[in-house]
């Protein structure tokens, strides 16, 4: 059973992928303590915590503050996804089981009808996750989407910008529609075209620098 340091962690991790504490938020102690009832010596170890693994940054003299997307770590990742899932297109093309077709079915069902809810973003994010972890199990390497998971804050955020309009959640549908019928299609050239496209898309995006510089490093 978690303790409660744990809890805490994944509960501030949670606020700061969601944005709702957004990057350069001051985390003090002083309010820490106040809010989660706990003393200073617990806090500053919760704080260390998530500096270790870059949600925060701790300055001296100045505190802590939520850490600035960096579009350098984003890019890496973006490198990473894009080579691994390539090699996945090589493993599964024309070889997803029935089973595995229909898993990954009801997720773009699931997808499409969250599109038009309210606060569509934080029910879409999870199922873009889950049908690109659906894959990487399928093709036993599900460890490597656990890996990548642990060096995530600055990419989730990254995404999370980058899906707040709707016509961006259709394109990610369709586009993840189009890969499952390649996939069984057995479009293997095809299927690393878009994903090239589908990962690295808005990666240069100028617009997206202009639009939120005050969340970057």
Excluded at 15 to 42: D, M, N, Q, V, Y
Excluded at 152 to 181: G, P, S
């Amino acid at each position: 059973m978690p303790n409660q340091k744990q809890i805490i962690i994944k509960q501030l991790k949670s606020e700061i992928l969601s944005l709702e504490l957004k990057p350069g938020t001051i985390l003090s102690e002083a309010t820490l303590t106040e809010r989660f009832k706990l003393s200073r010596t617990p806090i500053r170890e919760i704080l260390k915590q998530l500096s270790l693994e870059g949600y925060i940054n701790i300055y001296p003299q100045r505190g802590s503050l939520v850490s600035y997307i960096d579009l350098e770590s984003v890019e890496q990742i973006i490198y990473l996804r894009n080579t691994l899932e390539k090699q996945i297109a090589t493993d599964l093309c024309g070889q997803i089981p029935l089973k595995g077709q229909h898993a990954l079915k009801q997720i773009l069902v699931e997808q499409k009808k969250c599109i038009l809810q309210e606060d569509a973003l934080n029910y879409f994010m999870p199922l873009d996750d889950a049908f690109h972890k659906t894959l990487f199990t399928l093709a036993g390497h599900s460890f490597l989407w656990d890996i990548i998971q642990q060096f995530n804050v600055h990419y989730m955020r990254y995404r999370k910008l980058h899906m707040l309009k709707q016509a961006k959640l259709l394109e990610i549908y369709d586009e993840h529609e189009a890969l499952l019928n390649l996939f069984i299609q057995n479009e293997e050239i095809k299927i690393k075209e878009l994903l090239d496209h589908h990962i690295r898309s808005d990666v240069d995006s100028t617009n997206f620098s202009e639009q939120f510089l005050g969340f970057l490093k």
